[in-house]
């Protein structure tokens, strides 16, 4: 046996094996019409399970389960200080199956399973102890007002933050536990219910986060687990009446449909979407560390991270040093299952993914790219594509303007900081930026500047609970994280008293 290899749970192959349907009402419950997604290993392109294909009648069922659960009053009429004790009980849940769900995302996924551990699963658990905190701090005004009429009469005045209501939580591939939980959370600690749209690709982790979810105390009814296809199970549940806040994280085309689907119901909804995030380096930054920013912003979880770094603009300088530093260092990584502990490089998603990303390096080469490390697919069997560096580009090339989502770097250098910062916008995207320099007042100038969701310094790419997390632009509306997060899943009401 390789010791390299994490040997898989009973657990979790008792799981792959079984005939998963919905969740609804705290029920498993198969697809109306019967019909079945397979599910692939990305490392080995075999199929290692199934999930129902729910359509627009079982749109129906998941979403009046949901209503029920939130005209019943079993959560949001519970005492804040409850909804808080049982979220904490979840996040004590998820962490005592951690092992469990960080092999089931690496095997349905494909990241390294050390990214599965301490990402999907460690900062998850602290996220929802985090937000599980919010469920007792979500507070109102009082407002003097002014009003005149009837004269002699006094008025007071106030806002409370009172639940949305039904919540549709539609979440992407590329950290499927973690993003759901992103929305699950906030949306719970604000005494919403729940249906839960895993993308197509990637439905296991949240199917389990459902049913973990029963076993902490959460009612049935409050989180029901929705698996089919985006254009039609995931259409029918933007489009339903009885949805009162969309919460979507995926690419911004899907995103703008979704926008649309929700204004004619006028449902509430916060994207967000995909980016182009450039990563600058000034001239004074220290190599070492902006090689291990590259490194980390950019090839963490393959590329497929909606921050990651993907276009890097350093002073000429010191292009050549830090561009030499990256593409040695991933010439010479290995690749391997997410299961291998020492593989470096992990598969993407899926072959369509692969495919994409393969596309994107064919358009590099004929727009005369010069390609430093990478550039293709490997020949061993699964989706792997070589982590790639890119030079010899410009704002007028596919793949500088265009979001790849894998790991594809280009690299441009630059002679001033104005130039760099124009071109660090010369995007229709904005969720994320870094900016590489110990110049404290180069930081304290720039960063207002940059058009983009969150600006890290001398970092790229790490998330913490309180900060708020969203994009500019085409990246999308609203934020994720921090009381903003809460307060997106709650309507404001004025409420005025003539005494
Ligand atoms: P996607 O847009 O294809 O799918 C996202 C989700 O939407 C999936 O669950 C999918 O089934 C569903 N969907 C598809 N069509 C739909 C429709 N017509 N109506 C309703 N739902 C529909 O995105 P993806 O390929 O899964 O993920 C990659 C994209 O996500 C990238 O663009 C990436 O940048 C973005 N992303 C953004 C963030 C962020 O926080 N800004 C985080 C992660 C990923």
Same mark, same amino acid.
């Given at each position: ?397 596919? =793949?500088? *303007? !265009?979001?790849?989502?894998?790991? &594809? ?6 002679? $001033? %900081?104005?130039? @760099? ?55 999308? =509306?609203? *934020? !994720?994280?921090?009381?903003?997060? &809460? ?6 009401? $004025? %409420?005025?008293? @003539?005494?």
């Amino acid at each position: 046996m390789d010791q390299n290899l994490v040997p898989v749970l009973p657990v979790v192959s008792a799981f792959l094996r079984k005939e998963h349907g919905l969740l609804v009402d705290g029920t498993s419950v198969q697809a109306r019409a019967g019909g079945r997604i397979e599910v692939r290993n990305p490392a080995t392109g075999e199929v290692i399970a199934s999930v129902a294909d729910g359509d627009e009648q079982d749109v129906e069922a998941l979403v009046q389960s949901a209503h029920r659960a939130f005209a019943g009053g079993v959560w949001s009429g519970l005492r804040p200080a409850d909804r808080e004790r049982i979220l904490l009980k979840f996040a004590e849940v998820i962490e005592a199956h951690g092992e469990e769900l960080a092999q089931l995302e690496t095997l349905n996924q494909g990241k390294s399973i050390h990214i599965s551990r301490a990402i999907e699963v460690g900062a998850s658990v602290e996220y929802v102890r985090y937000m599980a905190g919010w469920a007792t701090k979500i507070t109102g005004e009082t407002m003097d007002v002014s009003i005149a009429v009837p004269q002699g009469t006094r008025y007071t005045a106030y806002t409370r933050r009172e639940p949305a209501g039904v919540v549709a939580a539609i979440v992407p591939w590329n950290f499927p536990l973690m993003i759901a939980i992103w929305k699950l959370i906030p949306a719970l600690a604000a005494g919403c219910t729940i249906v839960l749209k895993p993308s197509t690709e990637t439905p296991l982790t949240a199917l389990r986060l459902g049913e973990l979810a029963l076993e902490a105390g959460i009612p049935p009814g409050v989180v029901n687990v929705l698996t089919g296809r985006g254009s039609r199970a995931g259409q029918a549940l933007a489009s339903h009446p009885l949805v009162s806040k969309i919460s979507f994280t995926g690419s911004t085309d899907i995103g703008k449909t979704v926008a649309h689907a929700a204004v004619d119901n006028m449902t509430r909804f916060s994207l967000e979407l995909g980016g182009k995030n450039p990563m600058v380096v000034l001239a004074d930054a220290d190599v070492d560390k902006a090689i291990q920013g590259v490194l980390m912003g950019g090839f963490l979880n393959q590329g497929q991270v909606c921050a990651a770094a993907s276009r890097l603009y350093i002073h000429r300088s010191k292009f050549d040093q830090i561009v030499e530093g990256v593409a040695d260092t991933v010439r010479g990584m290995t690749l391997g299952s997410g299961l291998d502990l020492t593989a470096q490089v992990n598969p993407l998603v899926s072959s369509k993914q692969q495919q994409s990303v393969c596309r994107y390096l064919d358009i590099a080469r004929a727009e005369g790219a010069r390609v430093l490390a990478g550039g293709g697919k490997s020949d061993r069997p699964g989706y792997f594509v070589q982590p790639t560096v890119l030079t010899n580009v410009d704002h007028s090339k596919t =793949v500088v *303007r !265009e979001e790849i989502f894998g790991p &594809v770097l280009v690299a441009m250098p630059f002679d $001033s %900081v104005e130039e @760099a910062i124009q071109l660090a916008n010369d995007t229709p995207y904005g969720l994320a930026a870094s900016l590489w320099t110990n110049d404290l007042s180069a930081v304290m100038n720039l960063t207002p500047s940059i058009q983009a969701g969150t600006v890290w310094v001398n970092s790229h790419v790490p998330l913490d609970p309180n900060l708020p997390f969203g994009g500019h632009k085409q990246s999308g =509306v609203g *934020r !994720e994280f921090g009381r903003t997060a &809460v307060e997106s899943f709650t309507e404001l009401k $004025s %409420v005025c008293i @003539a005494h």
